[in-house]
């Protein structure tokens, strides 16, 4: 069965500090894998997409790495800022089926000043 | 930038009423979802749509029906709610198939008494 599994379910990190967000997959034909930022309240944003040939790929502060052999992805946030408390969703794609994600119930992450 | 749209952030209404969400996009885009989110899940799929009046079932279609006229507005129809429907319902819409990003509205909140 494909799933995603995310961990931690929350987190609670110091401004200015760094963390890692995990995501396992089953998912199989692999195609792509993103992770979503979503605000209380909003929908989701994209933070990053990537292939099946992509380890890494960063978007300002945040670093996803993906590791295909392991079926394992990370959210790396750097210097963390007050607005990145948010639920960080990693969405994974099979082959041949463009239409349906397979979405991770996300991470809670909280920033205190 | 892409937008999407959504009538209503918060809804409230009773048992056995018939329920409309609409969603409008202004970008063109080809594909339109329908996903609701509940806590500790990911988001589900519910309907898509790949065209005008074309539609497809996602994963949790029951109880639900969907309406696409037009190219910028997708529909969701809840014939007759029920309060398991209370949830957030998300609407998304994307260029085209491949690895394209979806772009998501604000959300309902939609509360059935």
Same mark, same amino acid.
């Given at each position: 069965k494909n799933q995603v599994e995310q961990s931690p379910q929350s987190l609670i990190i110091l401004e200015g500090k760094n963390c890692t967000l995990q995501c396992n997959y089953t998912v199989s034909p692999f195609s792509n894998l993103r992770w979503y930022k979503q605000d209380t309240g909003r929908g989701p944003v994209?933070?990053?997409?990537?292939?099946?040939?992509e380890n890494?790929?960063?978007?300002?502060?945040?670093t996803a790495t993906l590791d295909a052999d392991t079926k394992q992805s990370s959210l790396h946030i750097t210097a963390s800022q007050l607005s990145d408390s948010a639920s960080y969703i990693c969405v994974v794609s099979a082959l041949r089926s463009n239409y349906q994600l397979i979405w991770g119930a996300g991470t809670k992450l909280i920033i205190k000043p | 930038d892409v937008k999407v749209t959504q *009538? *209503? $952030?918060?809804?409230?209404? $009773?048992?056995?009423?018939?329920? &409309?969400?609409?969603?409008?996009?202004d970008m063109d885009h080809?594909?339109? &979802?329908?996903? $609701?989110?509940?806590?500790g899940l990911g988001l589900r799929?519910?309907? &898509? *749509?790949y065209d005008v009046k074309m539609k497809e079932k996602g994963d949790i279609p029951e109880g639900y029906s969907v309406s696409r006229e037009k190219k910028e507005r997708f529909s969701l129809i809840l014939e007759s709610a029920s309060t398991n429907q209370t949830s957030m319902y998300l609407c998304a819409s994307r260029p085209g198939t491949g690895i394209d990003t979806q772009y998501f509205g604000p959300g309902t909140r939609l509360t059935v008494l």
């Open positions: 994209s933070l990053t997409i990537m292939t099946f040939s890494t790929k960063s978007n300002g502060r945040y | *009538s *209503s $952030r918060y809804l409230v209404k $009773r048992t056995g009423e018939k329920v &409309f969400l609409e969603c409008v996009q080809e594909n339109m &979802f329908w996903y $609701r989110q509940d806590p799929l519910i309907y &898509f *749509s």
